[in-house]
């Protein structure tokens, strides 16, 4: 009797359980149905809500785990999705949608490998799935970017590298490795503000991501903010202390404003040897940093100037504006520099770039000043002519005249070769043009200031200079005459004296022959 009524109580206890079960089951399929609602109607948040109400309700349903994962991935939370889709098919391993879901969170995390594993499986559960082989396509393609980007990053082919992480990165979105490699890459390429709002993502959903603080780290040293920089390094180190690069990049930061100040420091003690050779080591540090290397560049011109050493001076500049061609310093520095060795040309052409920047007063008089010693040094220069320099008193140019005038006058190279002749006569004539301009007041000044002589003081130059020439050469070919008169004269008074001695020994003899008081037939005749 006893017996009977235990089994009759054990008997309502599972019915009642059984009643439970198939109660809970019911509503656990309501909630998935109003989740399955509002996932319709994209309200996401709201699905989550109830298919996690279906999960409580009846845990050990593969599907209710699958819906949730789904929506989580719609919500971009691919690694909570990854947990539901891998229970999913812990459940229920012929779970189709469950691995091709559990694929997608690995391959949205960019683990390729793993997703290929769940597509390869879902196929040999339905090998005909069409998602199915175009998602194991995906993945498959995403290793190969992989590998390409590796060796692209390794031979420093950075754009490359760039391209395939954003290939990649269309088939997973959520992979911070991805992201990480192809924001270290843009800083590499001087893109600063975009692999800075890469960095920027990442740490606002983890900011301890040691990868993502070295990013934004190396942005900052590359552009010259170092001290910025070190502060991202150490706290990179902070969270990963064998972080290599972070190391590295710390290390390299540290020493490069160290050298950078000495060198800064013994430029401004007059050192200047000292300052060249620390601005030399800094730029061996690190090939990478542009932006700083370009400050090195310009500031061991800026020491190569005070040495005088203009050429030097001119390629460094050269090479900082090679580097950062927004560099206005490296350019004004260039142009002072080929202003200082006459190269007027590339100087107006710099002066133009930095005036084309910053329209300044200072620069537009920069570059007027330069196009106005480019205009001068088309002309003739009459200083050179007369060797003499532009600051030379007007005895100096007095004498520099007349030695050059004396130096190539045509009569000096009467015996040369007529090629000679016409060159020494056009030097001749230039001497004569430089005087005339140099030894009048006002046309110096007009032509010290590079103002054009007027078309009537052109005539009147030219005029002064054909007379004075033609002074010159009348001047020599009276002298040219009297030389030869006086030669003439010379020997017509030595034949008239051999003619007396002779008629004087003559008359001698006669005297000798005939006596006194005769007369010598040859008196009588005419002297001839």
Do not use: W
Not at 82 to 96: E, I, K, M, T, Y
Not at 197 to 202: L, M
């Amino acid at each position: 009797m006893a017996a009977a009524a235990e089994c009759d109580v054990v008997m309502a206890a599972t019915e009642s359980e059984l009643l439970g079960d198939e109660e809970a089951k019911r509503e656990a399929e309501s909630f998935k149905e109003q989740g399955n609602a509002y996932y319709a109607k994209k309200d996401y948040n709201e699905a989550y809500n109830y298919y996690t109400k279906a999960i409580d309700m009846c845990p050990k349903n593969a599907s209710y785990y699958g819906n949730r994962a789904a929506t989580l991935m719609m919500l971009g939370k691919f690694r909570e999705a990854l947990g539901d889709a891998q229970q999913s098919v812990r459940l229920d391993d012929s779970f189709v949608r469950g691995h091709l879901r559990e694929g997608k969170c690995h391959l949205s995390l960019g683990n390729a490998m793993a997703a290929c594993r769940s597509f390869q499986r879902a196929l040999e559960l339905d090998h005909k799935n069409a998602q199915a082989q175009q998602e194991f396509k995906n993945a498959n393609a995403v290793i190969e970017y992989e590998k390409i980007a590796e060796t692209d990053f390794e031979k420093r082919d950075f754009r490359k590298v760039v391209f395939c992480m954003d290939r990649a990165l269309e088939f997973a979105p959520a992979c911070h490795r991805f992201k990480i490699l192809k924001a270290e890459c843009l800083a590499m390429l001087g893109r600063y503000p975009e692999a800075q709002s890469v960095a920027s993502d990442i740490l606002r959903m983890d900011s301890t991501n040691a990868d993502a603080l070295y990013v934004r780290g190396l942005c900052l040293y590359y552009e010259d903010c170092i001290e910025k920089a070190v502060q991202f390094f150490v706290q990179a180190l902070r969270m990963a202390p064998d972080h290599e690069k972070a190391c590295v990049a710390c290390r390299n930061a540290k020493a490069l404003k160290a050298k950078k100040e000495d060198g800064n420091k013994a430029f401004k003690d007059g050192n200047y040897k000292l300052a060249y050779e620390l601005y030399t080591e800094a730029l061996g540090i690190d090939p990478n940093n542009i932006k700083t290397n370009a400050k090195l560049y310009c500031n061991r011109g800026t020491v190569n100037s005070k040495l005088r050493k203009l050429d030097d001076a001119i390629e460094d500049c050269t090479n900082a504006v090679k580097l950062d061609d927004t560099y206005i310093k490296a350019y004004l520095r260039r142009a002072q520099c080929f202003m200082d060795t006459e190269q007027y040309e590339e100087a107006v052409r710099d002066y133009e770039k930095v005036y084309q920047t910053e329209k300044t007063k200072e620069h537009k008089q920069l570059l007027k000043n330069a196009q106005l010693e480019l205009k001068k040094s088309k002309r003739k220069d009459y200083y050179k002519i007369l060797g003499v320099d532009k600051n030379a008193s007007e005895d100096e140019i007095k004498k520099a005249y007349r030695k050059r005038a004396l130096m190539h006058h045509p009569d000096r190279h009467s015996g040369a070769s007529a090629e000679v002749q016409k060159e020494e006569e056009k030097k001749f004539k230039e001497v004569g043009e430089a005087f005339t301009i140099l030894s009048d007041p006002k046309k110096k000044t007009r032509y010290d200031s590079g103002q054009d002589l007027d078309e009537e003081g052109m005539n009147i130059l030219t005029q002064t200079i054909s007379s004075r020439h033609s002074l010159v050469v009348l001047g020599a070919s009276a002298l040219k005459h009297l030389v030869q008169g006086i030669s003439f004269f010379s020997l017509a008074k030595e034949k008239e004296t051999n003619h007396l001695e002779s008629r004087k020994c003559r008359l001698a003899q006669f005297n000798l022959e005939y006596g006194h008081n005769s007369t010598p037939p040859f008196i009588m005749s005419p002297c001839t």
